[in-house]
């Protein structure tokens, strides 16, 4: 099975910009979804199909891919944004899929 | 409202058995893909097992295939894993997940999360 690599920690002051990235074989072909999730919650989806956002989801979060790195990208962090990141694709093997191993957001 | 509960989670042995569900509510649940995603506390997401709206495909982790089967019956609305020959590996939080778009599977993330039920394998 393949592996989706992500930064295990960063920290962004409020209001600035922070960037989290996925790297992965599979993002070649498949999209990236992005999720946040804060302690003792369920996982939230916050982006799909690599810039998609779903309903609710407030704008300053987008996507982009370049290769096979995929971006999460928060534009003027709030202090409701500090939480893990976790990206997910598609493995290329067998209907199975992939999460990488989160990144912990820190607002400063 | 769109909703999805799991249930079934509780204590095993290892070696024993132990079979999960989850109840779907407020969207036509026989149109999309539905997965099970689980987490050590404190770790990261672990994707176990997914299958097709109309049950033709299936997957499995690597660490669960062999063991673990998914299956789903949408007249139903419901979702099932049977875990056998259960580890202590096993013991985490499982979460059902649905599908983002109807008719994909695993291309568009997973957009509707339910709580959660635990699971503790130890002797």
């Known amino acids: 099975s393949s592996e989706l690599t992500q930064d295990p920690a960063v920290s962004v002051a409020l209001g600035q910009t922070v960037r989290i990235t996925c790297q992965g074989d599979?993002?070649?072909?498949?999209?990236a979804s992005w999720y946040q999730q804060k302690p003792g919650q369920a996982p939230t989806l916050v982006l799909y199909?690599?810039?998609y956002r779903p309903s609710g989801i407030p704008d300053r979060f987008s996507g982009s891919r370049s290769g096979t790195t995929a971006s999460l990208t928060i534009t003027g962090a709030q202090a409701e944004d500090e939480a893990d990141y976790y990206c997910?694709?598609?493995?290329?093997?067998?209907?199975?899929?992939?999460f990488g191993g989160g990144t912990k957001v820190t607002v400063l | 409202e769109v909703q999805l509960v799991e249930s079934g989670g509780g204590s095993a042995q290892p070696g024993r058995s132990l079979r999960l569900s989850c109840t779907a509510s407020?969207?036509?649940?026989?149109?999309?893909?539905m997965y099970w995603v689980r987490q050590v506390p404190g770790k990261g997401l672990e994707w176990v097992s997914g299958?097709?709206?109309?049950?033709?495909?299936?997957g499995y982790a690597d660490s669960v295939k062999g063991r673990f089967t998914i299956s789903r019956d949408n007249a139903k609305k419901s979702l099932y894993l049977q875990m056998d020959s259960l580890r202590s590996e096993d013991t985490a939080v499982y979460y059902c997940?649905?599908?983002?778009?109807?008719?994909?599977?695993?291309?568009?993330?997973?957009?509707?999360w339910g709580q959660g039920t635990t699971v503790t394998v130890s002797s």
């Open positions: 199909n690599t810039n």
């Open positions: 407020g969207f036509t649940f026989d149109d999309y893909a």
């Open positions: 997910n694709s598609r493995d290329f093997y067998n209907n199975q899929l992939v």
């Open positions: 299958i097709s709206w109309n049950s033709d495909s299936a």
């Open positions: 599979t993002l070649r072909s498949y999209y």
């Open positions: 997940a649905k599908e983002t778009r109807g008719y994909n599977y695993g291309l568009n993330g997973m957009d509707v």
